[in-house]
């Protein structure tokens, strides 16, 4: 991945990413899996501080109305209705908590095996059944690594949301300039976050790194070379706009002869007509959300794995982690 001569590094990070990524469409379906948290993506930042307040408010209101259902139906309850009812809560929500930490597990050790297809440095991706097994090894280190990153990105959305509640109660020229530049900042911090959780995720499984290396590593690589990741996030961004784009273009797209065929159901009163394009209908859009967003997120770890190849593996430390591990093969985080 040699630079030529005045070539600006992000167009030969973003052009190699490109081709491994339109190369390697197996791994798709794992970039969709990897994005359910954190995607790599700088236009997801972007859009949740952007709607900061209004989605806190609308799992308020969405939740509200159960609550109150459920405060006016147990007040009539009698004690032994109570205790069951009360184990019915306890299972489901233990049977939520279970599915919400497999969903979360999933995502961490397709993260991982991402990473570490991209930066295996072979001529094509390693086996998938591989790269899932290096994942696996280093899930509590890189779920440990993600609930930081998601715990800094939800307090900053938390501030923004805060601040907008305020200019929304004070308005006035120097609250609405205090928010912009707030949000500004926030959203700033907040990219800087994604980033260093990207560049941690790197450390981890490419150079054997622990928790505390692998963040202060990403940090430091972020701080030397802030301005090739500030070009290569702001292309990536504009990328992922444009992804987005092309579902909605798709969608609407598939709704034409979708809405045709409806219509010709309707005309012969064919409910099966009606519900077999319908199925095919969500069937096709499903796979054209999973091949546009996966194709995103992996073009995302890609562009950011490749910069860190260039930029993140150089130093002693770095370098005496790469040589134990190419002689001893071993690609186990520590804590793992």
Sequence with gaps: MATPFNEPVYRVVLKDAFVFTWREKKLWIFATIAGFLLTGSLYDVV???????GAQGSIVTTF????????????????????????????????????????YSASVIA???????????????PPIREALMVGARAMWPVFALNIIASAVLMALRSLVAIILAFVSTNPGSGSFYAYIFAFVFFTAVAIAVVIVHIFALNAMILQGATLAQSIERGITLLSRHWLVATETGAILF??????????????????????????????????????????????????LTIAIFGFIVLLNYASWTYLFRRFGEGGVVPKLHRLVRSFTHQTKVPGA
């Design 111 to 125: 993260q991982s095996a991402l990473v570490y297809s991209v930066g295996s440095k072979k001529n094509e991706a």
């Design 238 to 287: 504009l990328i992922s706009v444009a992804g987005y784009i092309a579902i909605i273009i798709g969608g609407l797209l598939l709704a034409i002869p979708y809405g045709i065929l409806l219509f010709t159901a309707a005309l012969i009163k064919s409910g099966f007509i009606f519900a077999a394009v319908t199925v095919v209908f969500l069937a096709l859009f499903l796979v």
């Design 47 to 53: 859009w949740s501080k952007l709607n900061a307040l």
């Design 64 to 103: 509200a109305p159960f609550l109150a259902q459920a405060q006016n139906t147990w007040s009539h309850l009698s004690v032994t209705q109570l205790i069951f009812g009360s184990l019915n809560v306890f299972l489901l929500t233990a049977f939520l908590l279970i599915l919400i930490f497999a969903v």
